[in-house]
């Protein structure tokens, strides 16, 4: 398995993709692998750091290796888990974080980023949606014009815009996210872990219309999302055609 947990001291686990001849690009194992990471951390841990191997921190979802909404629901899961992990989750940011590495990143409560990392959600380049809580999400931490400038024309915001925007709290190579982590740890656990079920509970609630889920359905069963995978995998523009 290409995801590894290393201790950083005693109260702070390191998880790192390990994947650099697909840029850490995850599929289904992988989402399951880091799930199980975050949720499966010892008792004591007071921090965790999230990072990619080989200079890039996620390059999104590995296209031949998810087939279908099923993904997403795995997905989703592994990002719920990042927020609601009794600590602080830290996404150390370097290279490509697009896709699933944006939303991973995201669903982390703070994050560092190298000047010359990417962010991105490019969807609209494949014909997928993304779901509603990392829209969501996206908007509180990176401003609803950036959020839309990302989501709507596949825009993408390099490490020093992320930092400027507040998107990232910090600049620096990985192990800043490390010695950040440590100095947290040092902290008040009972605390953190407070105020972070306070922050989670300040988030607005999703909103109830079948209109999203059906949009969400309609994008992941498209015969776009097909035409999406295959034109990236021979290296071309895609030919949507909205159905």
Request: charged content about 20%; proline content about 6%.
């Amino acid at each position: 398995m290409t995801v590894h947990v290393t201790p950083a001291g005693d109260a702070v686990r390191v998880v790192t993709i390990d994947r650099p001849d697909r840029r850490n690009a995850i599929d289904a194992e992988h989402v399951e692998a880091l799930r199980e990471a975050v949720v499966d951390a010892p008792a004591g841990t007071r921090a965790l750091v999230l990072r990619g191997e080989a200079g890039h921190f996620c390059a999104g979802a590995d296209l031949k290796g998810f087939e279908g909404p099923e993904f997403a629901g795995l997905l989703r899961g592994l990002l719920h888990a990042l927020r609601d992990a009794p600590f602080p989750c830290l996404a150390a940011v370097e290279g490509a974080a697009l896709g699933a590495g944006t939303q991973l990143a995201i669903a982390c409560d703070l994050r560092t980023t190298t000047d010359d990392a990417t962010f991105g959600i490019p969807a609209a380049k494949l014909g997928l949606m993304v779901d509603p809580w990392t829209v969501q999400r996206l908007v509180a931490l990176a401003g609803s014009g950036t959020a839309r400038a990302m989501l709507l024309a596949a825009g993408t915001v390099s490490g020093a815009d992320a930092h400027r925007l507040g998107l990232a709290q910090r600049i620096g190579p990985p192990v800043t996210a490390l010695d950040w982590a440590a100095e947290i740890a040092g902290q008040a656990p009972l605390t953190i872990s407070g105020h972070k079920l306070v922050l989670n509970a300040l988030d607005a609630a999703l909103p109830v219309d079948p209109a999203l889920g059906a949009a969400f359905d309609r994008a992941w069963a498209s015969a776009d999302l097909q035409e999406g995978k295959v034109a990236f995998a021979e290296r071309r523009r895609p030919r949507f055609r909205g159905e």
